[in-house]
């Protein structure tokens, strides 16, 4: 459901500069910090999507629509989407852009999240 408008312009967009763009993508219960893109530069230099199998904190909750949250930006952005081969969060991670990635294992290596990967194996995802 849309906020009010006001001069065509909804409360939300008015607090927001011209230049950036709202979409509506449907959720349950969104923590886009959680189920979003991680964007990736190529070996070829171009952009892509990086996509983290969002599982809602290890089965904890639904999320048919929040999983697809990094598909759909990455479709609307018309940018390719790699998969990680992980399920976990996106916000569960943090990375400098120079290939250091800082994770808390138990995030990682946990049956409710990718069972059957030992530390290596998610480390090499």
Excluded at 72 to 87: F, H, M, N, Q, Y
Excluded at 112 to 121: M, P, T
């Amino acid at each position: 459901m849309s906020a009010p408008s006001c001069n065509g312009r909804s409360a939300e967009k008015r607090k927001l500069s011209d230049s950036v763009e709202v979409w509506d993508i449907p959720t349950e219960n969104l923590w886009c910090r959680d189920a979003g893109p991680i964007f990736a530069i190529r070996p070829d230099g171009k952009l892509a999507v990086s996509h983290i199998q969002f599982n809602g904190w290890g089965r904890k909750q639904v999320h048919r629509r929040d999983s697809r949250i990094a598909a759909e930006v990455a479709a609307r952005l018309d940018l390719p989407l790699i998969s990680s081969g992980l399920k976990g969060e996106a916000g569960g991670v943090e990375q400098d852009g120079h290939g250091l990635l800082i994770a808390h294992e138990s995030s990682w290596v946990n049956d409710n999240r990718n069972s059957g990967l030992d530390r290596a194996e998610v480390e090499a995802r």
